[in-house]
């Protein structure tokens, strides 16, 4: 087993000759027109080389010269048990298996958050050691990795840390603990426990979407729904159909959110702090919406519905503008992506304009908790 001295050692070698370094990638967006053409999907799946296999991505993080894959190598559903894995990819679509670097800092658990700031990367999961688990948390500036774990781990016991955001002057962590849903400010060096302004937060709680839009965040998990700014908290929840399930992907188009979650499956739109129903969904997209990306073209949805012969079904939806038309896209998903879901969707400058990554997982037993890394790329019409 490795060390975790030689661990960051090799971690840090290994991130630096993959030149992860740079300047984070903008994401703007133009004004909304209504669709023009048909988006085209390219399965990316053979770009993984192994990684992933067993395992699914859960999400990925790109700083303009390349990032990271993040998620679990393998997940034991009987005992309940998962083990780590990262992968470091270029823009040339090079990808570098690194789990063996972070496997004992993430022991038996998982990588979640892989977010750049502009000089440094912060990488965010849980592990497990015997019978104590955790919140780990990570920062990588240049060619130092610092282990932030100890500083923040009370807020996290018996939990992890599923979510990390940046606001252009400070971090917000989130997850869970033994309690409920934790969510703390880290600001340099000094972490602040926000978990006090979440007005009800049930044992079994936890967050796992933060996303900032410019002048506060939007914070969604199981049992927590609500908008931050300005050191207040507005709770959202009670006003949406996710009181029972989850908030679990959001984006801003300029003027409103369009957030996604369940189960059921379902869309609301929040404008201000007035939340209202959005798009049905195409009936066979009922399990949960888990990414959603504004684009010029129209709203990308991503997520997770019911049937098949695994039980599960891909699911990828292009929602127009005015979110009046819903065009389902499902079946043009790869076949990588088969009896499993896509979990997380994000710009993918790299791969050119008006383009997006989706990852995910294929064949998902649903009784032993086994699937495969699944990666396509979904291109749109710029339509301008």
């Given at each position: ?8 050692s090799?971690?840090v ?7 992860l ?11 909304s ?19 992933f296999?067993p395992?699914?991505?859960?999400g990925?993080?790109y700083?303009?010269?390349?990032g990271f894959?993040?998620?679990i190598?393998a997940w034991?559903?009987?005992i309940?048990?998962?083990d780590?894995?990262?992968?470091a ?10 789990t063996?670097?972070?496997a ?5 658990g ?7 700031n ?6 965010s ?6 019978a104590?688990s955790?919140g780990?948390?990570y920062?990588?500036h240049g ?5 932030l ?8 016991h018996d ?5 990390v ?8 962590l ?7 849903a934790?969510m703390?400010?880290?600001s ?6 926000l978990?006090?302004?979440?007005p ?10 933060l ?16 908008a931050?700014?300005g050191?207040?908290y507005t ?6 159909p996710?009181a029972?399930g ?6 801003w188009n ?6 996604g979650?369940?189960?059921p ?6 404008d201000?702090t007035t939340?209202r ?7 066979t997209?009922?399990?949960w919406?888990?990414g959603?990306v504004s684009?010029?073209?129209?709203w990308?949805?991503v997520?997770?519905?019911s049937?098949?012969?695994t ?9 127009s503008?005015?979110l009046?038309?819903?065009t ?16 997380f969707a994000g710009?993918?400058?790299w ?22 890394g ?8 710029d339509?301008?």
């Open positions: 087993m490795v060390s975790r001295e030689a661990s960051t090799l971690l070698v290994v991130l630096v000759a993959a030149a370094a740079g300047a984070i990638a903008g994401n703007e967006r133009a004004a027109v209504s669709p023009v053409a048909a988006p085209r999907v390219a399965d990316l799946t053979p770009l993984l080389v192994g990684t296999h395992g699914a991505i859960q990925f993080g700083n303009g010269s390349g894959l993040a998620g190598s034991n559903k009987a309940d048990q998962t780590p894995e990262l992968a990819f270029t823009d040339l679509g090079v990808v570098t298996n690194v063996p670097t972070v004992e800092a993430f022991r038996h998982g990588v979640f958050g892989t977010v750049w502009g000089s440094a990367w912060m990488l999961g849980e592990a497990t050691w015997g104590t955790g780990v948390l920062a990588l060619d130092l990795l610092e282990n774990t100890p500083r923040v781990a009370s807020y996290f939990g992890g840390i599923w979510a955001g940046w606001n252009g002057t400070a971090w917000l989130a997850g869970n603990s033994s309690s409920g934790s703390v400010a880290w340099g060096g000094t972490a602040t426990d978990t006090g302004l979440l009800h937060n049930p044992r079994g709680g936890f967050i796992q979407l996303v900032w839009n410019g002048t506060g965040w939007l914070v969604g998990g199981k049992g927590v729904f609500g931050l700014a050191g207040r709770d959202l929840l009670v006003a949406t996710f029972t989850g908030v679990f992907g959001a984006d300029g003027s409103a959110w369009l957030v979650g369940g189960a499956a379902a869309l609301v739109v929040v201000g939340v129903q959005g798009p049905a969904l195409p009936p997209f009922d399990r919406a888990s959603v684009t010029p073209t129209g990308v949805v997520g997770k519905g049937g098949g012969a039980g599960s079904t891909p699911q990828l939806v292009l929602v503008p005015d009046g038309v819903v389902d896209l499902s079946s043009q998903l790869p076949a990588s992506f088969a009896g499993g879901q896509v979990q710009w993918a400058p791969l050119g304009p008006m383009t997006l990554l989706l990852v995910g997982q294929g064949d998902l037993n649903e009784t032993t908790g086994y699937s495969v699944a990666m396509a790329s979904l291109t749109l019409p339509g301008r």
